[in-house]
C-alpha cells in the first residue's frame, strides 16, 4: 500500500490497537498492511499519514507555500495554453475522410457504445471489454494518426447496481476528427463495397450485440431508424434478419423504454457469423458454434 493511500481511519485504528498493547507487525497484518513500516511511523515516532498530518497542513496554508505555487503557475500555464492550443487544431490526414473499412468500424461503434463530445473534443469508447476497448484503440489510431489515451476505471455504483466491473476508457483528443464523425453521413454506406458494410457492422455488433442462451443472435438499439437502416445493410449482404420492437419498464431510469431488437433468423446466422463476426474474444467462440 502506497503511502498516500493511508487514511485517518487506518491511522485512529493502529492507534487503538496500540492502546490495547499490540505491536506494529501485529496491527500492520489486522490492517492489511504489505509493511510495518508506516505503523511504526506512527506508533513509535509521532508521525502521521502524509494527507492528515498537521505539518503538511500547515505547510499548505502557508504564505510561503502559496507563493511558490504562485510562482509555478506563471512556469505551468504557458505551456498549457500551447498544448490546449495544439489540441485544438490537431489536424486529420486528408485520406483519414475517405470511406475506409477502418472509419466504417469506427462509426460502427460510435452509434453503438461510443460517445463524441464536441465541447470536450473527444472521441471516447468506454467499456467492461478490454479486448474491444483494443481494437477500438488500434484502429482509431491507425485512421487518425493520432495517439490515444488508454486507462482503466471504477464506476460509481447506484442502489439499483450491486457489481460494476473496472471500465476501460480510450479517447482520442481532436476537435476536427470529433466534429468529421459527429456529422459523417452514415448514408453513404449503402453505396459502399461489402468490406466496408462488414466493418460498420463488426463494430456495431461489437457495442450492441450479443449472443443468447438460446443461440438466438440479436443487435439491439433504441433508434428504430437507426435499427431500420442496420438491418437493411445485413439484408444487403444476404444476411436474413427481422426486427421486433419491445417496450419496458428502464430499471436505473424509471421509465418507459422502447427497444428495437433485430434478430437474425436460422438462414442467415451462418453467414453472420462468417462475414461479420465480432472482435471480441467471448462472442467469436459464441458465433464459431453456427459456422460448425
Not at 475522410?97 to 469508447?125: C, F, P, W
Not at 445485413?234 to 424509471?254: F, Q
Request: hydrophobic letters at 35%.
Amino acid at each position: 500500500m502506497k503511502i498516500n493511500h493511508y487514511t485517518k481511519e487506518n491511522y485512529d485504528k493502529a492507534i487503538e490497537l496500540r492502546n490495547k498493547g499490540y505491536g506494529s507487525l501485529r496491527i500492520s497484518k489486522i490492517l492489511g498492511f504489505k509493511s510495518r513500516s508506516a505503523v511504526e511511523e506512527w506508533i513509535n515516532r509521532g508521525r502521521q499519514p502524509y494527507y492528515i498530518s498537521k505539518k503538511r497542513i500547515k505547510w499548505s496554508n502557508s504564505e510561503k507555500n502559496k507563493e511558490r505555487i504562485k510562482n509555478l503557475n506563471y512556469i505551468t500555464q504557458p505551456k498549457a495554453v500551447k498544448i490546449s492550443a495544439q489540441l485544438r487544431t490537431k489536424r486529420l490526414p486528408e485520406s483519414a475522410k475517405n470511406l475506409s473499412q477502418e472509419l466504417a468500424y469506427i462509426l460502427g461503434v460510435l452509434y453503438g457504445d461510443g460517445h463524441i463530445s464536441i465541447k470536450q473534443r473527444r472521441v471516447i469508447l468506454s467499456v467492461i471489454d478490454k479486448d474491444f476497448a483494443l481494437e477500438f484503440r488500434n484502429t482509431i489510431e491507425k485512421w487518425s494518426s493520432f495517439k490515444s489515451r488508454f486507462y482503466t476505471r471504477n464506476i460509481k455504483t447506484n442502489n439499483k447496481i450491486k457489481n460494476r466491473k473496472i471500465q476501460y476508457a480510450c479517447y482520442i483528443d481532436s476537435i476536427e476528427a470529433s466534429k468529421f464523425l459527429k456529422y459523417f453521413d452514415i448514408n453513404l454506406l449503402n453505396n459502399s463495397n461489402n468490406h466496408i458494410k462488414v466493418n460498420f457492422l463488426r463494430g456495431f455488433f461489437d457495442s450492441e450485440g450479443y449472443i443468447s442462451n438460446s443461440n438466438e443472435i440479436i443487435i439491439y438499439n433504441s433508434n428504430y431508424n437507426l435499427s431500420i437502416f442496420v438491418s437493411n445493410l445485413l439484408k444487403s449482404l444476404n444476411i436474413k434478419n427481422k426486427i421486433r420492437s419491445t417496450t419496458n419498464l428502464n430499471n436505473l431510469t424509471n421509465k418507459m423504454l422502447t427497444m428495437h431488437n433485430i434478430k437474425i433468423l436460422i438462414d442467415g446466422k451462418e453467414s453472420f457469423a462468417k462475414k461479420i463476426s465480432s472482435s471480441l474474444k467471448r462472442k467469436q467462440e459464441k458465433l464459431a458454434k453456427f459456422i460448425k
